[in-house]
C-alpha cells in the first residue's frame, strides 16, 4: 500500500467527522476534503457559524475561539474547481497550504470531492453512504488497500445511555 499512514490518518479523521456529526456535504468547512484539513491542522476547529433554521446550519473554521473569514474555508475550495481567478477573495498560498496539509495532490482532493458531494444516497443514513465514497475513492488513491465494503469495515458507533437505577429499601 502507497501512503499507508496517511490513508489509516484519513480514514479515521472521516470517520471520527462521521462519528460526531460533522461530516457535512455542502459546507466547504465539514465535507470530507474539509474535515481532513481541519484533522491535519490541530489549530483549527470546526464551528457553528449561524443556524439558518431547523434543517440548515452553516459552518466555520476557527483558531483560539476566533472564527477565522468566510473565505479561508473555500480557498481550498476554489482551487480544486479549476477557476480560482473568478473568485476575488481567492489567495494560492492559503488554498495551497490547505490542500499540502492534507498530504493529497490537487487532482487526489478532487476525486475525494467529486465522491462526497456526487454520492447520490439511497439509504436513510446519507452520510455514511458518503463516507463510503470517500473510502473507496481512498482505498483506490493508495492502491493495494482490501476493498472490503465499508459496511463492513466501519460502523457508526451506538450512543450508549446510562440507566438510572434507583436503590430499592426492603422493607421488613
Known amino acids: 500500500m502507497e501512503r499507508e499512514e496517511l490513508f489509516a490518518k484519513s ?3 472521516l470517520v471520527q467527522a462521521y462519528q460526531n456529526d460533522t461530516l457535512i ?3 466547504c468547512a465539514a465535507c470530507a ?3 481532513l484539513i481541519m484533522g491535519n491542522n490541530c489549530d483549527l476547529k470546526l464551528v457553528v457559524k449561524e443556524k439558518v433554521n431547523n434543517w440548515w446550519t452553516i459552518y466555520n473554521w ?3 475561539g476566533e472564527q477565522l473569514h468566510k473565505s479561508v474555508k473555500h480557498q481550498w475550495m476554489w ?3 479549476g477557476i ?3 473568485f476575488p477573495e481567492y489567495d494560492e498560498v492559503v488554498a ?3 490542500i499540502d496539509s492534507t498530504g493529497y ?3 487526489e482532493l478532487q476525486r475525494i470531492e467529486h465522491a462526497f458531494e456526487h454520492c447520490r444516497p439511497s439509504t436513510e443514513d446519507a452520510m455514511f453512504e458518503r463516507l463510503e465514497a470517500v473510502y473507496n475513492v481512498l482505498c483506490s488513491i493508495h492502491g493495494g488497500v482490501d476493498m472490503t465494503k465499508a459496511s463492513e469495515v466501519f460502523v457508526k458507533a451506538p450512543v450508549i445511555v446510562e440507566e438510572k437505577k434507583e436503590e430499592v429499601a426492603l422493607v421488613a
Open 84 to 86: 480560482p481567478q473568478l
Open 33 to 35: 476534503v474539509g474535515n
Open 11 to 13: 480514514v479515521s479523521i
Open 62 to 64: 476557527a483558531v483560539n
Open 25 to 27: 456535504a455542502g459546507d
Open 96 to 98: 495551497q497550504q490547505q
Open 79 to 81: 482551487k480544486i474547481s
Open 105 to 107: 495532490t490537487l487532482a
